[in-house]
């Protein structure tokens, strides 16, 4: 009603006198004035007089005036003592009552005829008549299926269930599956298969051809490239597990959502997801360093693999796992469970509490039960106890209590990234923004100053006639830069902006949680195995080539095609090394089958 009330000033409100019904009363010589709006409006936010006065002098886009029967002498029997008998346009007798000198006729009659209520009570979310007459024709409300209760229209499909049978959210308007959008279940589907199938391709090929490595440069690459594999394939094993819950809970989602919010089931897909994607983006951290390193030391000649480099390369991983299980499962901790429980799920049969209640609707109740008490001190372990109170012994084992955790907040269990400035979780998770953010930027820095010094190089080679196989892996090298910068970019900057904007409160983005979390953070998890990697890339290349005599063969009338082998030329940045000649000119060469000859050799990657 205020956001409604603010478009209008003085000028576009009008006088006007009202009566129902329409008829000359004798004895009535008094109307109600009204200062109504001049154009009509959204009338699902009043109600009351309000609501009656806007709908029946046709101010209301949507709503029709409740109105229409006409009071007869004989009706609502036994109120109205002061009533005072007179003549309805010359046709039928009614009713009037006196007050302060004068008489109206301002009541509603309930269709039992028994009952007249003032005008206040029409259209109010409460069955005054008794026979639901006075609420049937008004359209600001909702009416639960099992109880017959009106809510509010505006929370009808507002997330929030206020039906204890929630028919509020689980309607023809709302509710739906896990994954609504035909579209995200689609990509959900596709990037979770590719994601598997590619990233468990490099770790197995990788893991093979582990113990061929000869120098350390190359063992600990290899490493941090099975890791972000590794990473990669929990997120795209999330996915899978997501799209097989959509797929089996279907359109009945909805009423099993607090079940599903609430399980274990939510939370491990929560771990893993989050998990998956902290691995992948740490040790994708660990691997740009380690690029930039190596060019920066490249007058030194790496060493064979020893034990302590391998050493070096479990605590690597050791690291980055323990880390990256931490940020997912603390939020599950009991210890910190005031910091990220977002409410409790009770019992059905438990109408006190409907939906999924907060810190609010429990601190309200506890306060109406057990008188005036300081809310911050409630913590959930004594909301709990103080609950338990407030039952029977017999009731008090049948709450069915289960708390709603962190990533719990959406269908598709995600890390609660979308909070607002007084969410206890906030901390946390600006905490984890921040760290993420700040491993972008030093991959961002990183592979700069690695493609900056690749440029050089190659105008040096240019400059001094230098080998063009050289520098046409120089320039793929530089684009394959270009799209690790262009990808991590395009993921998380827009990402970390959506964040803060929601923050703010400037843009509400909790309805995009599925989008993120099926294509804007998982896609990067199908890139990856093809910028990190040249064994995926290899085997369509040798696709490609098999295919194409056989299009030849089947085409004799169309031009012969040729391909060169572009995807095998682009040699992985992690796997070879290359010779630095006294000019700072660098050349092609592999760390396994062909040794560099020069004194001196760099780790490109």
Not at 274 to 288: N, V
Not at 301 to 324: E, F, M, N, Q
Not at 559 to 580: A, K, P
Request: charged share 20%.
């Amino acid at each position: 009603g205020l956001e409604s009330i603010k478009q209008f000033d003085r000028k576009s409100c009008v006088k006007e006198s009202f009566i129902f019904p329409k008829h000359k009363i004798f004895g009535v010589t008094k109307k109600t004035e009204l200062n109504l709006p001049g154009t009509r409006i959204n009338c699902d936010h009043t109600f009351g007089e309000v609501y009656l006065y806007l709908s029946c002098t046709d101010r209301c886009l949507n709503s029709t005036c409740p109105l229409t029967r006409n009071i007869q002498y004989d009706s609502c029997p036994g109120q109205n003592s002061n009533r005072v008998y007179t003549l309805a346009d010359n046709n039928y007798l009614t009713f009037v009552t006196k007050s302060q000198g004068s008489y109206h006729n301002n009541y509603f009659l309930c269709k039992n005829n028994r009952a007249c209520i003032t005008y206040n009570k029409v259209c109010d979310l409460v069955d005054d008549c008794g026979d639901r007459s006075d609420e049937e024709m008004c359209t600001n409300h909702f009416q639960c299926n099992n109880t017959g209760h009106y809510i509010d229209r505006t929370k009808q499909c507002d997330g929030v269930v206020d039906c204890t049978d929630q028919s509020d959210e689980c309607n023809q308007l709302c509710g739906g599956e896990i994954i609504k959008d035909i579209r995200l279940k689609v990509f959900s589907w596709a990037i979770g298969f590719l994601a598997v199938t590619l990233n468990a391709i490099i770790l197995s090929r990788n893991t093979y051809s582990l113990r061929r490595c000869k120098s350390s440069v190359a063992f600990i690459n290899k490493i941090l490239i099975m890791l972000i594999s590794l990473g990669d394939l929990l997120v795209g094993l999330y996915l899978l597990l997501i799209s097989m819950a959509d797929k089996y809970h279907g359109i009945g989602y909805c009423e099993y959502k607090p079940e599903w919010l609430t399980s274990l089931e939510c939370s491990l897909l929560g771990i893993l997801s989050t998990t998956g994607s902290q691995i992948s983006l740490f040790a994708m951290t660990i691997l740009s360093v380690t690029r930039f390193l190596g060019i920066k030391n490249s007058m030194r000649i790496p060493g064979p693999v020893r034990k302590t480099t391998v050493l070096k390369a479990i605590a690597i991983t050791i690291l980055a796992i323990s880390a990256s299980v931490c940020i997912g499962s603390i939020p599950l901790l009991e210890t910190f469970e005031d910091f990220f429980v977002n409410g409790m799920k009770y019992d059905s049969k438990i109408p006190l509490f409907v939906g999924l209640p907060g810190k609010d609707l429990h601190f309200n109740v506890i306060e109406k039960y057990y008188g005036r008490m300081k809310k911050n001190t409630l913590r959930w372990s004594l909301i709990n106890t103080m609950i338990d109170g407030m039952f029977t012994h017999v009731n008090k084992g049948h709450l069915g209590r289960r708390k709603v955790d962190f990533f719990g907040n959406d269908g598709v269990c995600l890390f609660k990234y979308f909070v607002k400035g007084n969410d206890p979780q906030a901390p946390f998770v600006y905490v984890v923004l921040a760290l993420n953010f700040a491993c972008f930027v030093i991959i961002t820095a990183s592979y700069v100053i690695i493609n900056f010094i690749s440029i050089t190089s190659s105008r040096q080679l240019i400059q001094g006639d230098g080998n063009e196989m050289t520098q046409k892996r120089n320039a793929k090298l530089q684009r394959k830069i270009s799209i690790i910068i262009t990808t991590d970019f395009l993921c998380w900057v827009p990402f970390v902006i959506i964040c803060v904007l929601h923050t703010l409160e400037v843009i509400d983005a909790t309805p995009w949680y599925a989008l993120f979390s099926i294509i804007i953070l998982p896609i990067n998890s199908v890139i990856n195995p093809l910028l990190y990697d040249d064994t995926v890339s290899g085997l369509i290349d040798r696709a490609i080539k098999r295919l194409v005599p056989v299009w030849n063969a089947v085409s004799p009338f169309r031009q012969r095609i040729t391909v060169q082998n572009n995807l095998g030329q682009v040699d992985n940045i992690g796997q070879h090394l290359t010779c630095t000649t006294s000019g700072g000119n660098i050349q092609d060469t592999t760390s396994e089958k062909q040794p560099c000859t020069s004194r001196t050799r760099e780790t490109v990657q």
